[in-house]
Nanobody, 114 residues
Framework: QVQLVESGGGSVQAGGSLTLSCVASQNTFSRTAMGWYRQAPGKQRQILATAPRGSEPVYTDVMKGRLTVSVDTARDSMVLQMRHLKPEDTAVYYC????????WGQGTEVIVSS
């Protein structure tokens, strides 16, 4: 069973940056298109970006222009660089397949203060 572990969250002031990491297992990133998601308090989970196998990442409009995704298939991992963070970016951030075919990990919490 694929396990997903996200890390790197924390508290940051508005305008700041954070880098999140996602580590998988079983060569997931070489087999599956993966993506980053987030779920803000009281809201539905949103997809932020997709990293197709062998292609450039595709970003949704949610945080477009403020994200960079990179995948390391050798390490079965993925990084999400976030910049110019806003208080409304406060959420728990997750990685999963696109569509989300794996069990959700614990996520990593990002808190952006004004």
């Amino acid at each position: 069973q694929v396990q997903l572990v996200e890390s790197g969250g924390g508290s940051v002031q508005a305008g700041g940056s954070l880098t999140l990491s996602c580590v998988a297992s079983q060569n997931t990133f070489s087999r599956t298109a993966m993506g980053w998601y987030r779920q803000a308090p009281g809201k539905q989970r949103q997809i932020l970006a997709t990293a197709p196998r062998g292609s450039e990442p595709v970003y949704t409009d949610v945080m477009k222009g403020r994200l960079t995704v990179s995948v390391d298939t050798a390490r079965d991992s993925m990084v999400l660089q976030m910049r110019h963070l806003k208080p409304e970016d406060t959420a728990v951030y997750y990685c999963n397949g696109v569509p989300p075919i794996y069990s959700w990990g614990q996520g990593t919490e990002v808190i952006v203060s004004s």
